[in-house]
């Protein structure tokens, strides 16, 4: 089975058997929460020259490295469109004016020419209630190439303004995961998976950022739909504390209301991450 990766920028991952760890604590700063695209597309090139070929799942550690993922579904092979499922508790395509960001990159996912559609299951974050319609990208829901899965919040604005199509509403992380599940029977198109573990009761694990619904069974299920199509993955939302030296950093992460990290709980909640990402992984090898 192709070894993980991990991207070890704020020690947050724990050790996982025969990963290849590229320490990038000195970028820290530089990429956490957002960065310019030259930031970003410098960081790209080197890890296409770092990352060995034909990897496992890739953790990025903390949500804050969320935009990590547009570079590595650029790079996969595109023999063939592909499908992208994003679990996350918030739908990651808000309007960021400064470069990308945790919370803007699936808008330039949904841009690729090789990405077929995106999907962002278990959102249940107020970033898609009417009250903040206008900071999320609607040109990808309107082209009918991004879909939001939303639980528990009201997006009958969407219907309004002609988006109904790319809006699912469910009232429980088990209608959402039925219907999920449902759609992948008899399916055969490939797919890229993209977990941030705030989409995650906190009872499951505990983030740097406000969390969702469901529950680590609920993702093991959606996991098993897609056996024999991933063609890649990577795993984000481990939990690690960090004080921003720049300013417009800690800034946004305060307008976001970026809860802060109890001190005295951080060891504990990073080893019960640790513990799901080992059965993240093993039910990720299997189903490949």
Known sequence: MAAPVVLDFDRSV???PGATVLDLADRQEAIRFGCSLRTLRALAVELDARLPR?????FLGSGD????????IERRPARVPFDVVVFDNHPDNM????????GSWVRKVALLP???????????????SRAHA????LAPLRRRRLTYWTIGVDTRWATRWGLGHAFLAFDTPAALLDRFVDEQRGASHPLYL?????VLDPAIARTNWDQGRLLDTDLFAAIDAMHGRLIGSDITGDVSAYRY?????????????????DAGQLAAWQAQQHALNLRLLERLDAAR
């Open 194 to 198: 993209s977990i941030d573990k705030d």
């Open 134 to 137: 206008w900071e999320n990208y």
């Open 54 to 58: 034909g990897h496992g799942t890739v």
């Open 245 to 261: 030296s720049t300013w417009w950093k800690r800034k946004l992460s305060a307008l976001d209301e970026q809860p802060a990290i």
């Open 14 to 16: 724990g050790a996982l």
């Open 114 to 128: 090789h990405v077929g559609h995106v999907h962002v299951l278990g959102i249940g974050s107020a970033d898609v």
């Open 65 to 72: 490295y969320h935009h990590l993922s547009w570079p590595l």
């Open 95 to 102: 309007r960021f004016p400064f470069g990308v960001h945790c």
